[in-house]
């Protein structure tokens, strides 16, 4: 019966979703409220059989958070709307947001960026059918994402370093291949649409959490700080603010560097190097080195060139993104002996270069549980990329917003969560660091085809979504 007593406020219209509330004699005492109301405290004992739903006669207001139901004698604390801010608007945050929202939980997202378009957002991505996909089925965004990811660009090659010959491919028949592609921007634009307006707030930069006595927590973002929250979900990513008021543990860099650059219109502007790459993802590796090229929506393309760099300072090896000509010349340099062919795609990228130390939490992080606080994806356990942050993140946050939407003691519905997401983590973050180390090892071509061929017998046996998904 507790679990019944499950209310929610919109624009004043109180309602009880629940089982028979006529048996109730309840009374109400409000005990939060807002500072600027009128009301400090209300009780009140109703008449026999009023129904819970005429409490929207004494508006008592948006911002009554508890009210204890006295029944039979009995207390029931039901919470009215508890809150939520989510901190970070990637992946991660938005798609918590999405189905808090769903689920009728109050949300805000605060995000440090000052518009959805403030900067780049990032390459493209290919979400897999039992964690990034299933998310979105969660949050009941799957058919929007079918009708705009790029099946199409599935397509898979390990180049040789020296001649730029295939040593591996993997292009899926049309209508095959269930892993499709969609870019960062067009994923945050999906995710975004699907929340109320103003859902996210821009340009709001957390800068330090402020404890309450409750376990409820404001935020400091500029001067100010806000109304306090009932639970602050960290979706910052790798260099977390939340997770520094849980820990001080902090992501460690794998002495690899990604500079990534970039080539537009690729096939009318570069139609040797679009056959090359194909409609997918190319890599070549060797000696500790690597050039992987991703094609992204509308004939973009994405380069990384990985190589080893003493404390990610790549700008001490001359590799400055302010000096983009003299970059790409030493990058040249340091690929030295490899195909022209694959060094075209330094040669011809534009002027733009971002620079991207790898860092990694080490696999075994934890944290102990703290009310009031979570993380979901690279906050909770950035890794090294190997396809798989976006997909993870999206899998903690749809699992972490059913448990809170499911249960009324968040506290427990939190630490539930962090317990399976934290062992998930440190599977998936050892063998990642283990691929990511293989990768770039002196035999990292050998390892890649090894995963290449690995992951061919696996798509052999589909993971079923609509089995996945009952299980869970
Ligand atoms: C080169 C590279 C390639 C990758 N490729 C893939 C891939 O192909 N597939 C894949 O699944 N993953 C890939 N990843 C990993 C993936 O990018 C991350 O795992 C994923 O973005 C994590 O999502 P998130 O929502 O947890 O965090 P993020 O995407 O990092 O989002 C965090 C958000 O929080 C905001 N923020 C940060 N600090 C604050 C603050 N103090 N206050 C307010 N807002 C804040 C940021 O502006 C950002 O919008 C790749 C990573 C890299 C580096």
Known sequence: MREQLFFFERQ???????????????????SRKHPCSPIRHMSRRFPTRTHLNDLAQFNIGAYVKNIDIYIKGKIVRASLKKSVAIIGAGPGGLTAARVLQMKGIAVRVF???????????GGTLDLHLDTGQYALERAELIEPFRAIARYEDQETRVLDFATAGPLFEEIPEPGEGDRPEIDRKVLRDLLLNSLDTDTVVWGAK??????EADGRHRLRLGDE???????VIGADGAWSKVRAA?????????????????????DQSHPEIARMIGH???????GGQGLVAQRNGNGHLRIYACLHSKDGCAAEQGLNPAEPIALRRKLVQLFSGWSPRLLAL??????VAFVRPIVAMPADFGWKHVPGLTLVGDAAHVMPPVGLGVNLAMLDAVELAYQLSEQQNWDEATARFETKM?????????????????????????????????????????????????AR
Do not use: C
Request: net charge negative.
């Open 111 to 121: 995000e440090a960026d000052a518009s959805t378009n403030a900067r780049d957002q």
């Open 206 to 211: 957390l800068r330090e959490l402020i404890s």
């Open 246 to 266: 849980l820990t001080d543990a902090k992501p460690v860099y794998t002495g690899v560097t990604f500079i990534e650059l970039w080539l537009d219109d690729v």
């Open 225 to 231: 700080a806000t109304e306090p929250y009932d639970l």
């Open 280 to 286: 997918g993802t190319m890599f070549a590796l060797h």
């Open 422 to 470: 934290m062992r998930r983590a440190a599977h998936e973050a050892e063998a990642a660091a283990k691929a990511f180390a293989d990768m770039f090892g002196v035999d990292g071509h050998r390892t890649a085809l090894e995963h290449m061929h690995a992951r061919r017998r696996s798509v052999e046996l589909p993971p079923k979504l609509d089995s996945r998904s009952a």
């Open 12 to 30: 004043q219209d109180w309602k009880l979703r629940g089982k028979d509330t006529e048996r109730f004699q309840p009374s109400l005492h409000i």
């Open 346 to 351: 330094i040669e011809q990228g534009l002027d």
